[in-house]
């Protein structure tokens, strides 16, 4: 054994350097179970030692290969003492639920210590890591590791601060520092790795690492601060934070992981990772702040699951598998985050409720945003552009607004609704999809309103859907269809505009609908309805269309002060039979209409029925018989004024004259008298 003493940069240490033994002796995989299996095997074996503390078991001199996925040496259940020393373990060494082991002066390619207690690790030579698993109380010291590092991982604080790992133990040279039970303090910039157990108020900066499992970890710790930290080429995390608090990551470069960790902050900082999970993890993590960072990842950007009231706000997230991610997680604020090239989700929700997903800017992805089994979030002013997929996507999701988003150049739909309810839509355009701009299936008791749809391959698809409300919306450009019923039942059109559609409305095979004080204009096809029952198509404008309305296959619908104009063909019909009046027998307004209303309450009397199916035309067009007797009428009035004028004024001038002598009579008695 060479002894070899270093200057540390705080005390002097001793460095054992294993010793290189001339001829290692060729062993199986060694297995042992139990204080007695062990006892078994040493005397089997020929091990020295009986298992006491004062003589223990020695295993030494072998070199131990293993096969593909099984351990050189696996050691369970032992209470007893032993020691494993100068041995060349090929595979790894595991020791679980295993006290009062000791490994040294060895090379290994990995240990793996778990649900252990009171183990020693010194002076071993490690091409890959040490794992420290729900285990207390382990000493590691003087121990080289190459292309690995020191793995804690616990369930209690225990698991954590109960340790002895010096700083003796290194990687490539530099130092692993190990804090625990701190309170103030800087750690050096030397550092090969960073471990704080149930700490606080640590500055940690300026540290650049590669090539580790695990870079820097925070269990239990508090208040710290890491900044302008590297590091690369990792297999697992760069920096973690368990079950640690109040903490704040900025200006770094890493792969970011928290558990059970809440207000936290990870601002200002980049991470570009290759074939990992996720680039920022947060799991059963809450109110943490994760903005302002920069994302290029193979793996998911950034990720939480089982995670509430969140802020995940102005990433530049690019080329993730998806760029942001949450499962069963609520509450969250999603807002202002660039994500693009994402090869399957821009932002995915997975039984997530009342989140708010704001003025993000996604594009170049699968599904720009999906929601799947999550109710009662806002969808508000994004921007969703995607070649592959769909611009928003809610699937068995209810009760969820979208509003004022721009979905533009979609691969599929714009907005699709699937197996969803009780949604609202609003305000929001829709352009240029290369299917359906506004699309449901499956989905009822939705409220589409005031939306832009524009230039897509079909502008609205209902299919499968009852109960919904398509109201006041914008529909034009739209290469086939405006609005596209079909199999669909109870569902209300009113109040929407379309114009220079091929097929501005089209329904096929659907009952109970209301159209109503819609506008068709300047479409191919203003309303084609085949297969329609039971349904009220009234006060709508059809005007300037190539086809006002076809219609086949159809009863027992109710047409009624629809106004039909100028267009080249008002109406097709065939093998149909419906009311084209309303109660007061009312009918539809028609331009190529040439009867007249004979008895002037504007409804017309002659060349009925119109277009072969309305009796009751409303038109402005007053017959001649109607005019001839109203000029009589008129005469014969002004004849009796004057009549009455003339006789009125001939008794006026009789009464006036007999007044005057009536009058003239009294006053010659009085004359009498007075003589």
Not at 62 to 90: A, C, L, P, R, W
Not at 108 to 137: A, E, P
Not at 200 to 213: F, G, K
């Amino acid at each position: 054994m060479v002894l070899t003493l270093i200057a540390g940069c705080f005390s002097p240490f001793l460095l054992y350097v294993p010793s290189q033994v001339d001829a290692y002796t060729p062993h199986d995989p060694i297995s042992i179970d139990g204080d007695a299996d062990f006892a078994a095997q040493a005397a089997s074996e020929g091990w020295p030692g009986d298992g006491s503390e004062g003589n223990p078991y020695i295993m030494e001199g072998y070199e131990i290969e293993g096969y593909i996925d099984q351990d050189s040496i696996n050691i369970n259940s032992t209470d007893v003492h032993f020691i494993i020393q100068d041995m060349k373990i090929i595979r790894r060494a595991t020791l679980q639920n295993v006290n009062n082991g000791t490994i040294q002066n060895c090379i290994f390619s990995t240990i793996h210590i778990s649900y252990s207690n009171n183990s020693k690790i010194y002076h071993n030579l490690i091409n890959g890591t040490i794992l420290l698993w729900d285990s207390v109380g382990i000493e590691a010291e003087n121990n080289t590791l190459n292309r690995g590092n020191i793995f804690l991982y616990g369930s209690q604080i225990e698991h954590w601060n109960t340790h002895n790992i010096s700083q003796s133990n290194t990687i490539e040279g530099k130092p692993i520092y190990y804090l625990k039970n701190r309170v103030g303090g800087t750690v050096p910039g030397d550092a090969a790795q960073v471990i704080l157990a149930n700490c606080s108020d640590i500055l940690v900066e300026d540290i650049e690492l590669t090539e580790l499992y695990s870079g820097i970890s925070l269990a239990y710790s508090s208040n710290n601060q890491l900044t302008n930290i590297t590091t690369s080429r990792f297999s697992n995390w760069g920096i973690s934070l368990y079950h640690s608090n109040n903490n704040v990551i900025n200006d770094c470069t890493s792969i970011f992981s928290l558990y059970y960790s809440n207000r936290n902050v990870i601002v200002n900082c980049s991470s570009t990772s290759q074939s990992h999970g996720n680039t920022i993890l947060a799991y059963y993590s809450h109110n943490n702040n994760i903005s302002g960072n920069t994302i290029r990842s193979d793996s998911n950007g950034i990720s939480l699951p089982y995670s509430n009231n969140n802020t995940v706000t102005n990433n530049n997230i690019s080329y993730c598998s998806t760029g942001i991610s949450l499962y069963l997680s609520n509450d969250s604020l999603l807002s202002g985050n660039n994500i693009n090239h994402s090869n399957h989700h821009g932002i995915q929700l997975f039984s997530s409720h009342r989140n708010h997903i704001s003025y993000n800017n996604i594009s170049e992805t699968g599904d720009a945003i999906s929601l799947d089994e999550s109710n009662g979030n806002y969808i508000t002013g994004n921007i969703v552009g995607t070649d592959r997929g769909r611009g928003i996507l809610l699937d068995t999701s209810d009760q969820n607004i979208i509003s004022q988003n721009i979905a533009t150049d979609n691969g599929i739909h714009g907005i699709s609704l699937v197996n969803s309810m009780n949604n609202e839509v609003t305000g929001n355009e829709v352009l240029q999809s290369f299917y359906n701009g506004l699309n449901l299936f499956n989905s009822s008791r939705n409220t589409l309103i005031e939306n832009t749809i524009r230039s897509n391959d079909r502008g609205i698809n209902i299919l499968d859907s009852n109960r919904n409300k398509i109201i006041n919306n914008n529909i034009s450009n739209n290469q086939r269809t405006g609005i596209m019923v079909e199999n669909s039942r109870r569902n209300d059109i009113i109040g929407n505009s379309f114009e220079g559609n091929d097929n501005a409305l089209q329904v096929e095979t659907s009952s109970f609908l209301n159209i109503t004080d819609n506008e068709f204009v300047e479409n191919h096809d203003g309303l084609l309805l085949n297969s329609i029952e039971n349904s009220t198509i009234a006060r709508n404008l059809i005007r300037d269309n190539v086809q006002g309305m076809t219609l086949r296959d159809s009863f027992d619908n109710v047409f009624h002060h629809n106004h039909f104009t100028d267009n080249s063909d008002q109406l097709f019909h065939v093998n149909s039979e419906n009311t084209w009046h309303d109660e007061n027998n009312e009918g539809n307004y028609w331009s190529d209409y040439e009867g007249y209303d004979t008895n002037g309450d504007g409804i017309g009397d002659t060349s009925l029925p119109h277009n072969g199916v309305d009796n009751h035309p409303i038109t402005d067009r007053g017959g001649f018989l109607f005019i001839n007797i109203l000029i009589i009428f008129i005469i014969i009035a002004v004849i009796a004024v004057v009549i009455l004028s003339f006789m009125w004024s001939r008794k006026k001038k009789k009464d006036d004259a007999q007044k005057e002598e009536t009058e003239k009579e009294d006053t010659e008695p009085e004359k009498e008298e007075n003589h």
